[in-house]
């Protein structure tokens, strides 16, 4: 029960069985109950599919820097033009305060959406990168369906067409010219 946070885990009826099979002297079962299955991969598939999802991650952490760059150069300008206003000497506090506000205000907002511009692209790029993995995942795959599909069929019929032509070349050795066809 996962949404109660009870989590059953049955290794312990091994452990169980293996603690009774030793109390009792059977020595049998012990070393089988050990082994777990071991699920094989297809490793061809995961070799050629290994580069894609190398590439996939390479260009989605591009992707990530090139944001944190951009979202540190809005964040530097505004600090540079709340700096370039404050050194202004002409005007009285008061109303550069308010100019530094209202200015502020305006870059935060500038800064907000050009951000949220960058993530949209940063989420379309991301998006179109696992697609294409996926893509490519699914081209390997359906490769080797597909080599898995043809391959088999052949040896058994090689060993047919041999077998009728040898039954063919044996069926005519003893029969006259004469009424071959």
Known sequence: MPEVGINFD???????LNVLDSVAGDQRFIEIRKRRPVHCTLARIEERTKEAKQEATYAREQFTKDFDAEEQKQQQAIMDK??????RKSVDPQQMLIEVAMMQQDLERQKEIKIKQLNDEKARKINTIETDLSRKVRAVQDQYKMWAVLLPPIPPLLVAVIVFFTRRRREREGVARSRLR
């Open 82 to 87: 709340i700096a370039e206003l404050k050194k």
């Open 10 to 16: 049955f290794d312990n009826v091994t452990f169980v």
